[in-house]
């Protein structure tokens, strides 16, 4: 198994398979970058916060880096099916052509996969780091998180305790997650954010809402009969209205 | 059922029929329900009532030994004990008695035996893997009708999550052993230039095996089923009815018969190779086989043992799981997951490998970069067992471990890379010849291609904080493990089906149901990214009105896949009671297992071959 590129002068990059193949990935390459941002963006839900915003982010990033990566691919699958086919019960004549191995290909595909790795994998550290900070924010407000069969309850800092969640607009909020009873995952959609709630420990996740508004909480980890149904809503207002409402909370908490 | 049968030994005076030529599927069956019954009946009777405040323990207590007397009995049956036993007498088996148990001049009854020869292991695993995705199938349309509105409600909660629970683990043991099961059996040791596996009797053992683990499992269904989706989380499965032990009782003796399968084809292989077919002339499709099964060595026993452990909680009062004990529910989910990563690589490189082997044949020039080939396979194998955690980045089992598990998980997109390589390398400048395996290629680097980029969304950890848990993951691994895994296995069964059943798959219904069937499958899971990506969770009976759009493209998908699949199984029965006779070597392919005659006889080979070449060497001779 040697280099067995063609021993004549010929260029390869001459010959016409290398230059449809070209064509073909100079097509396919936008296309499926436009596509794949545009499912994705068009699909997902408007971002609530800004860790929603960067996962938003994160996915048109991918994609745009995958798709001269898929569009090679499937460049090379075009040309080699729009080549002469062969029907019928008995095989065609052997290819003319008989590279069986390539050391300038191999080494130029692993470097560039590997680069790519690379790249997802810093960006993605970035993002999390950042995420990660958001833990540690002074100032935020905290929220007792409990999953049970099959619903949310929430209990705030001053002793209010809720079945809907409301929180202040542009105001981090740190959620202490656990459950009563089996595993639940507590997922904010429009925010991005999602935590199991394992019973016996407590977990933590934080986000900061950046859009006042009613959004959803569902639970995204299959915990038993009416797994479809734990789900509700939590509302994003002002932070004038939050008080008011964290008040009025409070007061029917101490008076029950 | 008689079983006399007129070879030598019966024929040479003895008057009574020898215990090992009674024994079949009858008596497996018969033998297994009598002692389920009995056992059943004593403990009903001598175990003493619960004094714990767990409810079920008593009950789970019942269930479970009755399900392991199903399951002695029912290899006692078979016979699978006859040999260990006389050889602890002293007295191995015969010579006649060894022929009798590979099924010589037996007909369509050795089929239905502990029948040691590879080729009858073959087709067995073959029938078994296409009633599993028969009822998997059928199960599916199930959940699809279910969600064809958004309030569901065609089906009771509890029997809808014991369907998406079955659908699971079905799907993922068929898929398991659609490949290495009747293509690992009936070819791979042809293909090696063998006689049979090294370790024949643990050949039937492995298929009866997976018989034996089918009961306890459609035994659950009607004790409550499993309601708990395939992972079977604890402490859910905990508080699942009693069904749950059918699921543990199953994958135990599962996980068995996949641990003899690796061992027997492991040593297979690696000591059973024809005279000078050394490592780099070896076909790829080995390869792939042996890296799969070798994969399932570590994982399934730690399957095995999470399941004991999970039954051990629910029957002995155990807490391995239980927080107020002192165990947790993340000990479950690491267990599992070291199990069920490496598993979705078992499922998809054997099925990748067999296109590899393919691709050479249909483009009629070499395979490209074969050593890259061995490096993807082997890359994939070593970084499989190393990111398990990717599964629990929002556990909040161990938050510092997810840069890591980010890591290892992306780093695995290097081998992955490398068999898009060989196979883009392969079909660049060959000389297509168009049958539906050739198609395969293509619809494998498609769908490959999009279940691996979505799975490099899902790999980063702050993606996955939204994609996690919802539509868009069961999407994601549909795209790998049947947008791959089965485009593969389907390309397998009409490219070997000449040489295991003796004539040719139907061309014009591979055709219409490969078609059918791709289209289908990116209609249906097309519809499944979106509503993931609008927010829909995975499991859920009932949905908001606004995924409604999605699910409906996704069902009108389904049934068109249902289609599809109805005519390969019509084109399989078809094609194998009066297809065309297939010659010798319908594709002019070069590996071992196209020299041997159809019908192949007992020892495939009345002289082993010899070896000296690689099997790729197409248009070589022009030069």
Known sequence: ?256 | MTTTLNHPAAAAGKSRTPIIERLNIVTAFALGAISAFVVWRLALQFLPADTEVRLFTREDKITLLSMIAWFVGFMTGIGALIAPFRWVMGKDLSHDENMFLAGKDMGIKRYFRYTTDHKVVGIQYLIITMVIFGIGGILAMLIRANLGTPEGGLIHPQAYNSIVGTHGIIMIVGTIIMVTGPIGNFIMPIMIGARDMAFPRLNALSFWLIVAAAIPLIWAQFIGGISTGWSAYNPLAGQAPLGMNGYIMFICIFALSTMVAGANITTTVVRMRAKGMTWNRTPIFIYGVVASVALALPAFPVFFLSQVMSGMDRALDTSFYNTAGGGSGWLYENLFWIMGHPEVYVILIPAVAALMEMAPVFTRRPLFSFNVAVMGIAGISGLSILVWAHHMYISGWAPLLNAPFMLTTELISIPTGMLFLVLVGTLWRGRLWMTMPTLSIFALLWNFMIGGITGIYLSDVPADAFLHGSMYVTAHFHYTLMGAGLTGALASLVYWFPKMTGRMFDKKLSWISFWMVQVGFNVTFGGMFIVGLQGQPRRVEAYAALFNRGNLITSIGAAVIMSGMLVLLYGVISSWRHGVVAPMNPWHAKTLEWTVANPIPLENFAVLPVVTSDPYGYGKEKK
């Open chain 1, 1 to 256: 198994m040697t280099d067995l590129m063609p021993p004549t002068k010929n260029k390869w990059w001459k010959h016409p398979d290398v230059k449809k193949t070209f064509i073909f990935w100079l097509i396919f390459t936008p296309a499926i970058g436009i596509f794949g941002t545009q499912f994705h963006v068009l699909s997902m839900p408007d971002p609530a916060s800004e860790v929603m915003g960067g996962v938003i982010g994160l996915m048109r990033l991918f994609t745009w880096a995958a798709s001269p990566v898929a569009a090679l691919v499937f460049a090379i699958c075009a040309t080699a099916i729009t080549s002469p086919r062969h029907y019928g019960d008995n095989p065609p004549a052997d290819a003319d052509h008989q590279i069986s191995n390539s050391p300038r290909a191999n080494a130029l595909w692993i470097v560039i996969s590997a680069v790519m790795c690379l790249f997802a994998l810093v960006v993605g550290l970035i993002v999390l780091q950042k995420d990660g900070d958001a833990l540690h924010e002074a100032g935020a407000i905290n929220v007792n998180v409990t999953g049970q069969q099959w619903a949310w309850n929430y209990d705030y800092a001053n002793g209010a305790r809720s079945e809907v969640l409301y929180l202040p607009v542009d105001v981090p909020v740190i959620f202490h997650i656990t459950s009563k009873d089996v595993k639940h995952s507590f997922w904010v959609v429009e925010m991005g954010i999602k935590m199991d709630a394992n019973p016996g420990y407590t977990t933590e996740a934080a986000v900061t809402p950046n859009k006042i508004g009613v959004f959803n909480v569902r639970c995204a980890e299959l915990c038993g009969l009416l797994h479809a149904y734990m789900q509700n809503k939590v509302h994003v207002v002002s932070k004038a209205d939050y008080e008011k409402w964290l008040a009025d909370r409070s007061a029917l908490e101490a008076r029950s």
